[in-house]
């Protein structure tokens, strides 16, 4: 996808999975070798932003 829509993507998980406390946001094993780097820095940089709770 494009780095907007993982930046919404991770937001939206966020929002849906945090209220309550518990939830850790981690890639699951490994980011496959085609992933744009852009992409994996706008997920950073949202879990930076809103993934403190």
Known sequence: GTTQEVRDETRRRIE?????????????HVIQAEVPPENIMAW??????????
């Open 44 to 53: 950073w940089e949202v879990l930076q932003e809103y993934g403190a709770y």
């Open 16 to 28: 849906d999975l945090a209220p309550g406390g518990g939830f850790i946001f981690a890639p699951i």
